[in-house]
């Protein structure tokens, strides 16, 4: 039983590949010594059609380890740039991640690009070792699917394979595998790279190869088929248009995706143009984490002293970051007014979408009649006071909207009432319980105008997240060559709003040492 590739090479095209040479190196990834399965993502392997419940799974073992290819397989590692931490980086690149190839559509998933992270030095490797430990390997493998089933757009993770290979961090760790998957692993960074070097050419190739394949949003995606035609100055007002589309395009992804980061309480860590995807997804889990206390200003990477990543800082460093994507574009795009254009639609496209999110975690799925009438007028003040409220106190951020779920379903069922046990269980979250009862009565009497779905609730605000105390515990055990916690942690994240009983303890308060857990970039 296990995991089993395509053996045909026609299941592994890559249209990247079709970019070719400025675009990236060709090589395969370095072996690592008698590889194990830490983990397989079962539920994606049966989505690609690569779960069999018969025959051996070693050739895969094998493959997703770096140690072998397949036919049809065209390794490769791309060439990207960046600003880090707000300072031109120059050139950056795929250090240690290699893209195998990419696997034909299928109908739950589409075509996805198969990359191998920690498979061995490229290129771009600069001085490091090209490879990932176990430790952070286990983290951007659970953290992937968790955001998934949460419907943040995300790279997914397919497996983790290990080995008793040493890897020096701060320590000695050993070395894995992470096989990850996205429609594209395209970044912000790759269009920077070929505008620092004046590369128009390639900056063209780029934008009609990401609007063909990727953003289908795009009208004028399927344009480049006739560009190849035209007389040059409407080629140039074609790729003018079609590179605003793009940043337009790629603006409200992003726009989009950090309402869903601040939404679920999501801090990425190193939000650096060459970690921001093209397509709106999340990308490069390293220092990341999921709020524990709602503080709003806070900052999950050690190695951030200046609190530029912070969480309430996210929106804005992206909406900067897509402003270093226009300046890369504007050798297509020309005039800065049609860039500035599509960098607007930033704030309206952030704002609904967010708004929308916490309307449903309130529990409101439908904006109201108000809504519609006065704008925002009725929901935010709601939440204004809530989200105060909660940062005021440190209120823990997954446990107040489950136990909110479970009492607007209990006051709306068994148990109306200041004295219902969820109710109480909810209460018992503050300390200024008069500031949470004024709230709760404001909040109560908007259900006249609207009641809250409760049930709806309970699907949209998890039971179980991926808190940071959780990956550490499963990564002890997984040193120890304990898998299990990582199994089990997989299970529970894959379905968050399922009750889960028998993991009753994954969706506990976190313990007074997770708050001393460092998580820096070293990885
Ligand atoms: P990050 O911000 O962690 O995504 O990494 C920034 C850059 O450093 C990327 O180009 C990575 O490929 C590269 N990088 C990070 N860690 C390593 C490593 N251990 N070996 C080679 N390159 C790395
Ligand atoms: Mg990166």
Not at 23 to 42: A, D
């Amino acid at each position: 039983m296990g995991m089993q590739l395509p053996s045909s090479p026609l299941a592994w095209d890559n249209p990247f590949f079709q970019l070719g040479a400025p675009f990236f190196t060709e090589l395969k990834p370095t072996p690592l010594p008698s590889p194990y399965w830490v983990s397989v993502n079962q539920a994606l392997a049966k989505d690609l059609g690569w779960w069999q419940s018969e025959g051996t799974d070693d050739l895969a073992l094998q493959v997703l380890t770096g140690n072998a290819q397949l036919p049809g397989m065209q390794p490769l590692a791309s060439v990207y740039s960046g600003h880090q931490f707000g300072v031109w980086a120059g050139q950056l690149g795929d250090g240690r991640a290699i893209l195998l190839g990419a696997t034909a559509s299928n109908p739950v998933l589409g075509p996805q690009e198969v990359q191998l992270k920690g498979s061995g030095p490229t290129p771009y490797s600069r001085r490091a070792d090209g490879r990932a430990v176990l430790r952070s390997s286990i983290r951007e493998y659970l953290a992937s699917e968790a955001m998934h089933a949460l419907g943040v757009p995300t790279s997914r993770a397919l497996c983790i394979t290990g080995s008793d290979a040493p890897v020096w961090r701060e320590t000695l760790e050993t070395a894995a595998v992470v096989t990850r998957l996205a429609p594209s692993f395209l970044r912000f960074g790759h269009f920077e790279h070929f505008a620092a070097r004046g590369d128009v050419e390639s900056l063209h190739r780029l934008l009609r190869f990401a609007l063909s394949h990727y953003l289908p949003e795009c009208a004028s995606a399927s344009g480049h088929m006739t560009s190849l035609e035209m007389e040059a100055p409407t080629k140039t007002a074609l790729a003018a248009q079609q590179a605003t589309e793009l940043l337009q395009a790629v603006t409200q992804r992003t726009a989009r995706l950090m309402a869903h980061w601040q939404a679920i309480g999501f801090c990425h860590g190193v939000m650096n143009t060459d970690n921001m995807s093209l397509l709106g997804l999340t990308l490069d889990y390293g220092p990341f984490q999921f709020l524990d206390a709602f503080v709003p200003d806070h900052i999950c990477n050690h190695t951030d002293s200046q609190g530029r990543y912070a969480h309430d800082q996210q929106p804005r460093v992206a909406h900067w970051n897509l402003y270093r994507l226009a300046r890369a574009l504007m050798p297509l795009i020309q005039d800065p007014e049609h860039a500035q254009g599509a960098l607007e639609t930033f704030e309206p496209e952030f704002e609904a979408t967010y708004w929308r999110l916490m309307r449903a975690k309130l529990g409101w799925q439908q904006p109201r009649v108000e809504d519609t009438k006065e704008g925002h007028a009725v929901d935010p003040p709601i939440l204004q006071a809530l989200l105060d409220l909660m940062a005021t106190e440190g209120t823990d951020y997954p446990i107040f909207w489950r136990r909110l779920s479970g009492a607007v379903v209990e006051q709306q069922t068994a148990h109306p009432g200041l004295a219902s046990p969820r109710l109480t269980a909810l209460r018992d979250l503050f300390l200024d319980r008069p500031r949470f009862d004024a709230w709760w009565a404001q909040y109560q009497r908007l259900w006249s105008l609207a009641p809250p779905d409760g049930q709806a609730m309970l699907r949209t605000n998890p039971k179980f997240v991926l808190r940071n105390h959780l990956a550490e515990q499963a990564i002890q055990r997984a040193k120890n060559k304990d898998f299990s916690g990582v199994t089990e942690l997989l299970h529970v994240l894959q379905t968050p709003f399922d009750e889960h009983p028998e993991s009753e303890t994954l969706a506990d308060f976190p313990p007074e040492w997770a708050a001393s857990i460092e998580i820096s970039c070293s990885s």
